[in-house]
């Protein structure tokens, strides 16, 4: 598999090169970038809302009347439903609803849980918030795994490490903006309505944010539309491979070590983002405004961030080498924030930098070792890989801090992210004794496309050469009269040279 890049796919990139137009076309630059803008708009809602409960910790547990542990079923309960429903829905926009409706639904459907979540603290019922965060997960990583489809699709080949880097930056400023403006909104909404109902209200107006990604989702899918009946007729005669749910038994070594590493190392990320707000108010002594912001710093730098390191990972390559940086310094920060009282700020500004980078260059190796038509399934199965991680070690994190402090929760993460640091050296390992694929630069990497191709020529040319011959002809030699006839019988002679009929006797000369 690690030597199939996309041995059926690359059909749109492809038309992307190709296919004529100007940049005002369907699949010229214009396009692409309307393209990559509702992209990025695409998931800006779902990262804006499931924030939420960070940025309101203390109020919730206040009003909710909640112990830390409890509070932490709030993300624990986003993630559970996609331990297996973020697989099923790469493998329905694969083979079920395509990328175009898939997408839409999945934004509605975060949009509906959002209201849900709202509803629960104005009917005083965390029960069904809880249902709340779980709609909104089913919607939210499937919506996630649409929008790497997406990217994939539009820009393979052309920048995808700073296209990936974009959108995760758009996405974080989404999560960088809940965590400045919902504790202000809230203060607001509180002077009208009191407790939990301003707590609801103040969920529901988030809800915007959401219906805004779904009607990114509708324009992207009429923009893909349209690209896609401007290239019917270069893509008509193509063959399609189908994806089936046995393809994951045959996804590389390389794959599964990338889900470990991207396993183990949010697991550091998101349960200190969705529980740092008190730990920045207990240990570092400050306000619920402040701590909020530090909080938020990881999504600012982020934001700032993504596209510029996407862009260094596209000019250089190193993949490999850019995530192994990544991990050693979000070590350094979360020991920062474990045994010092260093300002938070810089080791949240190291972390926000560690963090992007490691997203830039780690989420475009999948698209490396998978085959284009199977992207939908394994991009699902990272991230339900991803949320069984983080279902787990969110509840785990909320007990450890409510048993054992903030310092013990510091060692739990440092334990994971050795786990993905070994992880990244394994498969570093791995792909320096199969292609080197991951770890090229990116002359390297085109040379080895380029020669991939080449081969895949030559090896059809030979099939096809191969197919003309019977088995009689490979076993027993032609006579030079014979591979005449054929010769002539090829280029249409019916009716043969004197010299060449049969009765002839100088027909059986040998060649020279």
């Avoid at 598999?1 to 990139?13: C, P, Q, Y």
């Avoid at 009917?123 to 919506?143: C, K, N, Q, V």
């Avoid at 019977?470 to 010769?487: G, H, T």
Wanted: hydrophobic letters at 50%; charged letters at 15%; aromatic letters at 14%.
């Amino acid at each position: 598999m690690l030597n199939e890049t996309s041995e059926a796919g690359d059909d749109k990139s492809e038309i992307f090169l190709t296919h004529g137009g100007g940049c005002c076309s369907p699949g010229g630059a214009c396009y692409r970038y309307l393209a990559l803008t509702l992209m990025c708009f695409l998931g800006f809602g779902s990262y804006f809302c499931y924030d939420n409960p960070g940025a309101l910790q203390d109020v919730i547990v206040k009003d909710m009347s909640l112990t830390t542990a409890e509070f932490s079923y709030l993300y624990a309960s986003y993630s559970w439903p996609n331990v297996i429903l973020c697989f099923v829905g790469g493998f329905l926009i694969d083979r079920v609803f395509g990328i175009r409706f898939g997408t839409a639904l999945y934004a509605f459907i975060v949009f509906v849980g959002q209201v849900v979540v709202a509803l629960g603290s104005l009917l005083d019922s965390f029960l069904l918030m809880i249902l709340g965060r779980l709609i909104f997960g089913i919607g939210g990583e499937s919506l996630a795994v649409a929008q790497n489809y997406y990217a994939v699709i539009w820009f393979r080949g052309r920048e995808l490490n700073m296209v990936f880097g974009l959108q995760l930056s758009f996405a974080r400023l989404g999560s960088a903006v809940n965590f400045i403006i919902m504790g202000p909104l809230h203060k607001y909404v509180h002077h009208y309505f009191k407790g939990r109902e301003g707590l609801g209200v103040s969920l529901l107006i988030a809800s915007l944010t959401c219906l805004i990604s779904f009607i990114a989702a509708v324009g992207l899918a009429w923009l893909d539309k349209k690209q896609e009946s401007d290239a019917n007729q270069t893509e008509e005669n193509e063959k399609k491979d189908e994806v089936k749910l046995s393809d994951v038994l045959d996804f590389s070594p390389a794959f599964w070590l990338i889900s470990v590493i991207c396993v183990a190392y949010y697991i550091a990320i998101f349960p200190l983002i969705a529980l740092g707000k008190v730990f920045f108010m207990r240990k570092f002594g400050l306000s619920a405004d402040d701590a909020n912001f530090v909080n938020s710093m990881l999504y600012i730098i982020s934001t700032i961030a993504s596209p510029m390191l996407g862009l260094l990972v596209d000019k250089t390559g190193w993949n490999l080498f850019w995530v192994f940086i990544s991990i050693c310094a979000t070590i350094g920060a979360h020991a920062l924030l474990a045994f010092t009282f260093v300002n938070p700020y810089y080791a949240m500004a190291i972390l926000g930098v560690a963090y992007s980078m490691c997203a830039g260059a780690l989420w475009p190796m999948v698209s490396m070792v998978i085959p284009e038509y199977q992207l939908g399934s394994a991009y699902g199965v990272a991230q339900a890989c991803q949320n069984f991680g983080l279902a787990i070690c969110t509840m785990l994190a909320g007990m450890i801090v409510d048993n054992g402090g903030y310092l013990m929760l510091e060692i739990f993460f440092l334990f994971w992210l050795f786990i993905s640091l070994i992880a990244c050296l394994c498969v570093w390992f791995y792909d320096m004794n199969t292609t080197g694929m991951l770890n090229m630069t990116v002359s390297q990497r085109a040379d080895y496309e380029l020669n991939k191709a080449k081969n895949k020529l030559i090896e059809r040319t030979r099939a096809h050469s191969s197919a003309d011959v019977s088995p009689y002809e490979v076993i027993n030699p032609q006579s030079d009269f014979q591979i005449r006839n054929r010769y002539l019988s090829r280029i249409g002679a019916t009716t043969l040279p004197v010299h060449l009929d049969p009765s002839n006797a100088m027909v059986f000369r040998t060649l020279r």
